[in-house]
C-alpha cells in the first residue's frame, strides 16, 4: 500500500513539492546504516501516534540497535546514513517535521521565504545554547553551510549550493559572500539566504538530516578556512578532525563515549525545548552481524527497544505483541530512495577533474559501457523481481522511473523489460541483443567478448546489508548473460574512496531522492555534478539535453518543472545510465510500552520519546 | 623398499584394526569422492540464484535453499571441492619445502642444519590465522594466496618431524653399515632416510590437512575468503542471519566442514597408532620393547612443539 | 635454572621477534595500493596527498621507513589508526582486554576439563569411558569453531533465554563494580565455552598420554601393587608428570587460543582484538592490522619462551639444545 495517506494532509497538490505520504517511502537498509550513500536505515512508518492517553514517565534508558560505531560522529559533513544514525539525536536543523509531517522551525523561531523564492530568513531562538554552554548565534549557521554542509554533504550541496551560486567543490569550493548573509552580525540571531534562481525546495531541506547546524567554534580549526586544502574536516575515513570524534552539538542528547560497541547520549538539560527529552540516556548498540534476527531475538529478551530488522525478523516482530512496527517516511540516510546501478561512462579511474574538463555530449569512453546495447542488455538482464522478493522481502516497490513515486515531477517511464505487468529480467532477450551487438565469445572463455574486449567489469558496494545481497545476486544475473563480473564489497569509508576516485566500472547506491528532486536526483545527472566525492554523478553523464532540462526546472513554476522533470526522466531512460532496481521501504521496530516517537523527524525520532 | 615389505604389511593390518582408523579413511575418501565428482554428483552452477529462496530440505532440494536461492545441496558439494582444493595445494607445496629441509637439517646438522632450525623457529612463531587474515586482507582472499600463505607457515611442522625421522636412522646399524661399505649420500637417502620419514610425515600431512579447512573456513566466515568461489565458512557466515528462520543454511556446511575435518583427523591418529604402536602405550604394554622401526619417543625438552605435541595438535592455530 | 640458561633462551627468540617485525612489515608495506589515498579519504587533493605523504612517512626509502619503524615499536608507537581515528597503541589498548579474559579463561577451563577428561580415559586405556571421551573431544575439535558457536548461540541464548546474545555487557543499565563484573561474567560464559571445547582435544590427549605413560612406570606399578587406587596414583605422584606436558605444549596452544578468539569475538560481538583485526581488515586499516599481528605474534613467542623457561625449572633433568 504505497502512494498517498488517505488524508493527504500538507501543501496542496501544485505546490513546488508533494507530501510525502506517511507510509511509502521509506528505508529499509536493515538499520544497517552501512547502506547507500543515503540508505535509509531507519525506516518504515507506521501508523503510531495517539499515545495521548499514556502518562509520560520521565527517565529511563533507550536502547537503539544500529550496525556499527565507526566513523564521523559529524553529520553536517555527509550524506552517508549511518553517520546519521549514529549522531542525529545530538544535532538539530533550522527546522523540523512534526508528529504530523509539517514544517516547523527547530533552531529557527520564524522561517520564511520571498514570494519570488529569490531569498529565505531564518531567526534563530534566543537563548540557545551548545552542550558546551555557549550561544548558537548566526555565526554557526554561516559556518555549517559555507565551510560544510556546501563543500561536503553531497545532497545539499548538489541542490542548495548550485542555487546558491556556489563554485567549485570540496575543500575548494566557494560560496559567494552575498550568499549567505547575517544582518544582525555573527553574534545576531538572523540569516538570510540569496539564491541565484528561484529555489522553493530550500525550506524542505532544513532538517538535521538534510542540513545539521554544528557550532563554528568547536569545528572551524578543522576547516578549509583553517587549514586550506589540507582541511579534515570532511574527512571521512580518517577521523583526522579530533572534533569530529567528541560531537558538539544542540540536540536533545549529547555525547557520552563511544566504543566499538555502542554510543552513549544523555539528555541535554538545558535542550532548547522546554520540558524535552523525557529519557535520560540513549544507548545506540551494535548488533553483530548486522543480523535482524538477533536484533528480534534481543528485542523479545529486553535488550533493545527500537531495532530496524526486514524479512525474517521482522515477521517475527510483527507476531509479537510487545512491539509496534512503524514504517518510516524519511530515514537518517535521506528519503524517498532507489536502490541504483551505476554504470561508470569513462574509464575505471579516470578521475572527476578529467571528465569534467570535456566538453558536453563528449563520447563516452568506457571500453566497455560507451555501448549502448550493453547497457540495455544488462538492464534487461538484472532480475529486479527476484532482488525485490529475496533481498527486499517485498518491503517498498519497484522502481518505475528515474525518479521516485513519491516524487514531485514524478513520471511513469516504458523501462527495459517492462512491460507494465511483469518487471522480470528477460534474459533471453538481453542474450539476443548482446549476440546482435556483437559481442560473443569468440575465445570459448565462457565470457562474451567484442574487438579483443572481454565483457567482464566489477562491481562495488557496501559490504553489508541489502547491498552485499545486491552484488551476489548481480554476479548470477549477468552469468546468465555470460558476462563476467567481479564483486568488490567494501566497507563504507573504502566504497565512498571508490566513488571519490571513480575507481569502479559499476557500482551500486542507494540515491534517496529527497523531499524535491533538486534535492537528491539533480545530483545523479547533472554535468557539473561530476566530483572527486561520493554520491553524486557516478555514471558521469554530461549531455547539454539533460543540463538545460535541470536548468529549466529549476527556473520554473510549476507545470513546466514537470514538463521540464518528464524530459530528464525520459533522456534517462534513453540513455540508461544506471538502472534503477528498487524503491526500499522499511521498518521501524519499537516496544510498545515505549511512545512518543516522531518518526518523521529522522534521526530526531526519539525527541519526544518516553518510555514507562 | 623391500626391507620394509614386512613392516609395512604389520602396519597395515594395525591401522586396519583400528575402527577410528577405518572410519577416517572412510570419511575422507568420501570428501575426496564428492570434490573430484563435484561436476557429477551437484550438476549445475553453484553460484547460481535461480531456486525459490529460504526452502526448507526437501526432495528438490536435499539440504534446502539459502535465502538468495542458492541450491544448498549444490553449493556445499562445491564448497567441499574448494576446501579440498586448498588442502591438495597446501600440502603438496609445504611438503615440497618443508621435507627436504628436514631431511638436510637432520642429515647434515651442524652448520646447516642448525640454520635450517632457526627458519624453522622463525617461521613457526608466526600465528598461521592470523598471518593468513593479513595476508588475504592485504592482497586479496584469492585461493592462490590463501594457498600461499597456508603452505608457507605449514611446511615448519614437515621439516621438524622429517628432521627428528632422519636423525633417528642416521644412526641406526644398517645404515652406518651401508655407508661404511660405501654407498653414496643418495643412495642412503632414497633407500633409508625417505621410506622412514614418509610415515610419519602421512601422518603429519592428515592432521595438517584438517587444520587448513578449519582455517580456510574461517576466513571465508570473516568474508575475507575468495569471493569467486562458493565456500563453506562464506555459506555459515551468510547463515548467521537466518539462524532462527532457516537453520538448515547453517547446518548444512558447518555439518560438511565437520565432517571433513574428523575424517582427517581419524586417518592421522589411526596412522599415527599403526605406525608406532609404542607411541600409544596401553595397548600391549609388553610389546611396547618390540616396536620394530619405531622412532625413539618424541624428544623431550623445552621444544615448544615437539614432533609428538605436533602430531597431536589440532586446531586453528 | 641458571641465569645463563635463561639469558640464552631469550637470546634465542631475538632473531624470531626480528624477523617478524621484518616479515610483517615487508607484508604491509609492500602490499600494491594506496594507504594515502584512505588516508585522505574523500575530497582530497594532490597537495593533501602530498602531505600525508609526508606526514608519514611515506615518501622515505624501504630501509628507512623499516628503521623508523622498528625504533617506534619499541618505544610503542605503533602508528595512527585511521579507521579508528586513535593511535594504533591506544585502540588496541582498549580492546585487549576482553581478549586476555576471554582467552585467559578459555585456557584455564580448557586445562581444567582436558585434564581430568584425560585422566579418565586414561584410567582404563582402550575402554569404554575412554573411547567416549576420546571421541567426544576429537568431535569437539572438529566441529568449526563458528558453527559450534552459532550451535551454542541458538540452544542457549535464543531458544532458552539463559544467557544473553552475544555482547560483553548490558546495554541498558550502567553497573559498576561487582555487579558490572558478574555481567560480564554471564555474557563471557558462552564465548569461553565455546572457545575452550575447541582446546580440549589436545590437553586431554596429551594429559591422557602421559598419564598412560606414567601408569607403566615402575613406582605407579609399585604403587598399585601396593594397594592405591589409579585415582590415587595420579594425585599423589603423577601430578607434577601431568602438568609437564600440558605446559609444554602451552606456546601451541596459545596460537590456537588466539586464532579461534577472532572468531568467537565475531560471533558473540565480543569487543577485543579479534574484532579489531577484522574491522581492520575490512577498512583496509595497514597500521592497525600490523599492530594487531605484531602483538599477537609477539605474545606467542614470548608464550614460548615463558613455558620452555618454567619446563627447565620444572624439570631439571632438561638441558637446552642449541
Known amino acids: 500500500m504505497f502512494g498517498h495517506k488517505g488524508d493527504g494532509t500538507g501543501p496542496a497538490r501544485s505546490s513546488r513539492f508533494r507530501q510525502v505520504a506517511v507510509i511509502g517511502v521509506s528505508i529499509a537498509a536493515l538499520g544497517m546504516v552501512a547502506c547507500a550513500d543515503d540508505a535509509p536505515d531507519e525506516a518504515a512508518p507506521t501508523q503510531t501516534t495517539t499515545e495521548t492517553t499514556v502518562p509520560i514517565k520521565r527517565g529511563g534508558t533507550l536502547v537503539v540497535a544500529i550496525s556499527s560505531t565507526s566513523g564521523v560522529l559529524n553529520p553536517a559533513t555527509t550524506s552517508n546514513g549511518g553517520v546519521h544514525t549514529n549522531s542525529e539525536a545530538m544535532f538539530n536543523g533550522l527546522l523540523a517535521w512534526d508528529a504530523n509531517d509539517q514544517l516547523v522551525g527547530d533552531l529557527a523561531e520564524t522561517f520564511s521565504q520571498s514570494a519570488d523564492g529569490r531569498t529565505a530568513d531564518f531567526k534563530l531562538r534566543a537563548g540557545m545554547k551548545w552542550h558546551d554552554g555557549r550561544p548558537i548565534t548566526a555565526a554557526d549557521v554561516d559556518f555549517t553551510f559555507r565551510e560544510i554542509l556546501l563543500r561536503y554533504h553531497s545532497r545539499t550541496s548538489a541542490s542548495a549550493g548550485v542555487a546558491l551560486g556556489v563554485t567549485g567543490s570540496g575543500n575548494a569550493s566557494v560560496t559567494p559572500a552575498d550568499a549567505i548573509t547575517m544582518p544582525d552580525g555573527p553574534t545576531g540571531l538572523t540569516v538570510r539566504f540569496k539564491f541565484v534562481n528561484p529555489y522553493f525546495p530550500f525550506l524542505r531541506q532544513q532538517n538535521v538530516t538534510e542540513a545539521p547546524i554544528v557550532p563554528k567554534h568547536v569545528y572551524e580549526p578543522c576547516s578549509a578556512a583553517a587549514m586550506g586544502s589540507g582541511a579534515t574536516l570532511g574527512n571521512q575515513s580518517g577521523t583526522l578532525c579530533e572534533a569530529n570524534n567528541r560531537p558538539v552539538g ?65 515477521s517475527r516482530f510483527l507476531n509479537n505483541p510487545s512491539y509496534e512496527r512503524t514504517f518510516v517516511p524519511r530515514g537518517t540516510g535521506g528519503s524517498n530512495c532507489i536502490t541504483t546501478y551505476a554504470f561508470n561512462l569513462w574509464p575505471k579511474g579516470m578521475t572527476a577533474q578529467t571528465i569534467a574538463a570535456k566538453p558536453l555530449d563528449a563520447p563516452y569512453e568506457h571500453p566497455i559501457f560507451t555501448d549502448p546495447a550493453v547497457r540495455r542488455a544488462i538492464f534487461l538482464g538484472v532480475d529486479r523481481t527476484g532482488s525485490f522478493k529475496k533481498i527486499d522481502f517485498e518491503n517498498g516497490k519497484l522502481a518505475t522511473a528515474p525518479f521516485h513515486s513519491e516524487l514531485f515531477g514524478y513520471a511513469s517511464q516504458q523501462l527495459p523489460g517492462n512491460d507494465a505487468t511483469n518487471n522480470d529480467a528477460d534474459v533471453a532477450a538481453a542474450n539476443t541483443a548482446l549476440d546482435q551487438a556483437g559481442w560473443v565469445d569468440s575465445n570459448n572463455n565462457g565470457t562474451r567478448d567484442k574487438g579483443g574486449v572481454e565483457l567482464a567489469f566489477d562491481l562495488t558496494h557496501f559490504d553489508t546489508g541489502t547491498q552485499a545481497d545486491y552484488g551476489k545476486q548481480f554476479v548470477a544475473d549477468m552469468a546468465k548473460l555470460k558476462i563476467g563480473v567481479t564483486d568488490r564489497p567494501l566497507t563504507n569509508a ?80 534513453r540513455e540508461l545510465p544506471y538502472i534503477w532496481v528498487t524503491e526500499s521501504a522499511g521498518s521501524r521496530v519499537t516496544r510498545s510500552t515505549c511512545k512518543g516517537f516522531n518518526h518523521n523527524n529522522t534521526g530526531l525520532f526519539v525527541e519526544t520519546a518516553h518510555c514507562a | 623398499m623391500k626391507a620394509k615389505a614386512g613392516p609395512a604389511r604389520q602396519t597395515l593390518r594395525r591401522f586396519f584394526r583400528s575402527p577410528g582408523g577405518i572410519a577416517g579413511l572412510a570419511l575422507v575418501l568420501f570428501a575426496i569422492t564428492v570434490a573430484l565428482l563435484a561436476d557429477v554428483l551437484a550438476p549445475g552452477n553453484p553460484l547460481a540464484l535461480d531456486e525459490p529462496a529460504l526452502r526448507r530440505p526437501s526432495t528438490a532440494h536435499p539440504f534446502g535453499t539459502d535465502n538468495l536461492g542458492r541450491d544448498l545441496y549444490t553449493a556445499v558439494v562445491h564448497g567441499v571441492r574448494t576446501s579440498l582444493l586448498v588442502v591438495l595445494w597446501t600440502i603438496v607445496i609445504a611438503s615440497l619445502i618443508g621435507l627436504p629441509l628436514g631431511i638436510i637439517a637432520g642429515y647434515r646438522t651442524r652448520w646447516v642444519g642448525g640454520g635450517i632450525l632457526r627458519v624453522t623457529e622463525l617461521a613457526q612463531a608466526f600465528p598461521r590465522f592470523y598471518l593468513g587474515l593479513l595476508v588475504v586482507a592485504l592482497f586479496g582472499g584469492s585461493t592462490r594466496n590463501l594457498i600461499l600463505v597456508l603452505s608457507l607457515t605449514s611446511w615448519t611442522g614437515l621439516t621438524r618431524v622429517a628432521r627428528a625421522e632422519t636423525l633417528a636412522v642416521k644412526e641406526r646399524e644398517f645404515v652406518t653399515a651401508a655407508r661404511a661399505a660405501g654407498a653414496s649420500d643418495r643412495r642412503v637417502l632414497f633407500r633409508h632416510v625417505i621410506p622412514h620419514v614418509m610415515p610419519s610425515a602421512v601422518v603429519l600431512v592428515s592432521l595438517l590437512a584438517s587444520r587448513v579447512i578449519l582455517i580456510e573456513a574461517g576466513l571465508s566466515f570473516l568474508g575475507l575468503g575468495d569471493q569467486t568461489r562458493v565456500s563453506l565458512g562464506f555459506l555459515a557466515s551468510n547463515s548467521t542471519r537466518f539462524l532462527q528462520t532457516a537453520w538448515w543454511m547453517s547446518v548444512a556446511p558447518g555439518f560438511a566442514i565437520a565432517v571433513a575435518v574428523l575424517g582427517f583427523n581419524l586417518l592421522g591418529d589411526g596412522l599415527s597408532d599403526a605406525l608406532r604402536p609404542g607411541s600409544r602405550p596401553g595397548r600391549r604394554p609388553r610389546q611396547r620393547r618390540k616396536a620394530e622401526e619405531a622412532a625413539p619417543a618424541p624428544e623431550r625438552g623445552p621444544v615448544s612443539s615437539e614432533a609428538g605435541a605436533e602430531a597431536a595438535a589440532t586446531g586453528l592455530a | 635454572m641458571s641465569p645463563r640458561y635463561v639469558l640464552r633462551r631469550l637470546l634465542q627468540a631475538a632473531p624470531t621477534v626480528l624477523g617478524i617485525l621484518v616479515i610483517s612489515f615487508v607484508l604491509v608495506y609492500l602490499v600494491p595500493g594506496n594507504p594515502t589515498l584512505q588516508l585522505a579519504g574523500e575530497n582530497a587533493d594532490p597537495a593533501r596527498l602530498a602531505e600525508i605523504d609526508r606526514q608519514f612517512g611515506f615518501d622515505d626509502p624501504l630501509h628507512r621507513q623499516f628503521l623508523t619503524y622498528v625504533g617506534n615499536v619499541f618505544t610503542g608507537d605503533l602508528g595512527f589508526s585511521y579507521s579508528q581515528g586513535d593511535t594504533v597503541a591506544s585502540s588496541i589498548r582498549q580492546r585487549l582486554f576482553p581478549t586476555i579474559l576471554l582467552t585467559g579463561s578459555a585456557l584455564l577451563l580448557s586445562s581444567l576439563v582436558g585434564i581430568v577428561l584425560g585422566a579418565l580415559a586414561a584410567r582404563r586405556p582402550y575402554g569404554v569411558v575412554d573411547g567416549s571421551v576420546t571421541l567426544s573431544v576429537l568431535l569437539a575439535t572438529a566441529l568449526p569453531t563458528f558453527w559450534l558457536a552459532q550451535l551454542m548461540l541458538l ?168
Not at chain 1, 551500486?508 to 557539473?528: K, W
Not at chain 3, 577498512?283 to 608464550?303: E, I, K, W
Request: aromatic share 8%; glycine share 8%; charged share 20%.
Open chain 1, 250 to 314: 544542540s540536540g536533545p542528547f549529547k555525547f557520552v563515549s563511544r566504543d566499538q560497541t555502542k554510543i552513549e547520549v544523555e539528555a541535554n538539560r538545558e535542550y532548547h525545548r522546554q520540558g524535552l527529552p523525557y529519557l535520560d540516556r540513549i544507548v545506540y548498540a551494535v548488533t553483530p552481524n548486522v543480523d535482524d534476527s538477533l536484533q528480534a531475538d534481543r528485542a523479545t529478551s529486553g535488550s533493545v527497544d527500537v531495532g530496524t530488522p526486514t524479512g525474517p525478523g521482522l
Open chain 3, 155 to 322: 540452544a542457549f541464548a535464543i531458544h532458552g533465554g539463559w544467557l544473553p546474545i552475544g555482547g560483553y555487557e548490558n546495554f541498558r543499565e550502567t553497573w559498576t563494580g561487582w555487579r558490572h563484573t558478574l555481567d560480564v561474567a554471564h555474557h563471557m560464559i558462552l564465548p569461553v565455552v565455546v572457545l575452550a571445547a575447541t582446546e580440549l582435544a589436545l590437553v586431554a590427549r596429551v594429559t591422557r598420554a602421559g598419564l598412560i605413560e606414567q601408569n607403566e612406570s615402575d613406582y605407579a606399578r609399585a604403587a598399585l601393587a601396593k594397594g592405591l587406587s589409579p585415582w590415587g596414583v595420579i594425585r599423589r605422584h603423577e601430578l607434577r608428570n601431568v602438568l609437564l606436558p600440558v605446559v609444554t605444549i602451552l606456546g601451541l596452544r596459545a596460537g590456537s587460543l588466539f586464532a579461534g578468539a577472532v572468531i568467537i569475538e565475531e560471533v558473540f560481538g565480543w569487543p577485543g582484538i579479534g574484532t579489531l583485526l577484522v574491522q581492520a581488515a575490512r577498512q583496509n586499516d595497514r597500521p592497525l592490522m600490523l599492530g594487531v599481528v605484531l602483538l599477537v605474534s609477539l605474545t606467542v613467542v614470548a608464550v614460548n619462551v615463558a613455558t620452555d623457561l618454567v619446563y627447565g625449572k620444572i624439570d631439571p633433568r632438561v638441558r637446552v639444545e642449541s
Open chain 1, 494 to 573: 573504502n566504497q565512498q574512496t571508490a566513488l571519490a576516485t571513480r575507481d569502479y566500472d559499476m557500482t551500486l547506491i542507494s540515491y534517496c531522492n529527497g523531499d524535491d528532486p533538486v534535492i537528491g536526483v539533480r545530483r545523479q545527472y547533472h554535468s557539473t555534478q561530476v566530483a572527486p566525492t561520493s554520491f553524486v554523478n557516478s555514471s558521469g553523464i554530461r549531455l547539454a539535453a539533460m543540463d538545460a532540462a535541470w536548468d529549466k526546472a529549476i527556473a520554473s513554476g510549476n507545470t513546466e518543472a514537470q514538463a521540464a522533470y518528464r524530459d530528464v526522466q525520459s533522456i534517462a531512460v
